[in-house]
């Protein structure tokens, strides 16, 4: 049966049955050539732009074929994603014939249909005690407007300390913005037919320009986050007297291991990478969440889906930059350019890492 999971009310359908297997039968044969991965072996596949979906497929153990949509390319706003999410933001989750755009219900979906030993689950069972603390820190965490922390902290880089996103950043997203609206009346025309989603976008996105741009407004959303922290720090406390003399590793939510902790862990790795981590952990005033931190780095599928904090940046510069030529192949003297530039944001690269390692 083919679906797509939306909201509380159902599903709704998003094209004509025959249409959508066209698209799906499409998007994994893409996966399959751009990737060199047979898609048919999991049956999985996932849409994704710094998704903390994907540290959920990854603890859980899942096999499951990734593309991702490059938000600085504006691939989420062309007219094949939109058709396929009424023009939702990724991530989108693709499970045989089942379609979910929603990043809860991709989750929910995950914990509900793939159980067994083999498995490690990350909401405890609805009669477990700590059932009820993980779906509140859940809510509570997800609820943080992540893309208001990062939108401010590049459009104002004073609030922030030692943030790894260069200063260029601050002006190439001034113009994204402002060419973004005129981007999404230019694809409305083309698209009549999607003229609803895009107009949704563009109202969300003026909303968000205003917004993101106003200082005061940062300064009073990081306030926001500095007493969330500082409750998550007084949760991570009681951990340590809850379970005092036992041997067992701590979590937010208990002994075992959560979607409460994937959230916390996402969430100060992006914080990290804004230059916000001195403000709110490492200046000593949150050790516990400072110590969650160094042990939430160290697991399996964090280092293998976010990587080291200071190659975040490269790791999503450089794929962007060949697709970007990939789609508009440059002059001769354009690609020794681009070419160039890469080799020396490598060598720059490695310099730094072996400074600072060893």
Known sequence: MVSDIRGTEGAVPLMSWKVLHGVLHALRTSVSS???HDSGSSGLCLWWWTSPVRLVIGEKGLVCEERDVSMPLQEHKEPW??????????????????????????????????????????????ESPLHERVQQYRTLLDGLPMDAYTHGCILHPELTIDSMIPKYATEEIRRHLANAATELMKLDHE????????LSKQKK???????????????????????VLDQVEAELEKRKLEYQGQKCELWLCGPDFTLADICLGALLHRLKFLGLSKKFWEDGSRPNLQSFFMRVQKRYAFR???????????SAVLPNAFRMVKKKPPSFFGASFLMGSL????????????KKYM
């Open 304 to 314: 293998k889906v976010l990587g080291d904090i200071h190659t975040t940046l490269l």
């Open 81 to 126: 994603f939109m058709r396929l999410n009424l023009g939702e933001e990724v991530p989108v989750f693709l499970h045989g014939d089942a379609i979910i755009s929603d990043y809860n219900q991709i989750i929910d979906y995950l914990e509900k249909t793939f159980v067994g030993e083999a498995v490690a689950p990350l909401i405890p069972d609805a």
């Open 191 to 198: 698209e009549p037919q999607l003229t609803e989603p895009y």
């Open 343 to 354: 080799g020396g944001m490598g060598y720059f690269a490695y310099w730094f890492l072996k």
């Open 205 to 227: 996105l003026m909303a968000k320009i205003l917004d993101h741009d106003n200082v005061n407004y940062l300064k009073k959303i990081l306030g926001e986050l500095a007493m």
């Open 34 to 36: 751009a990737e060199g």
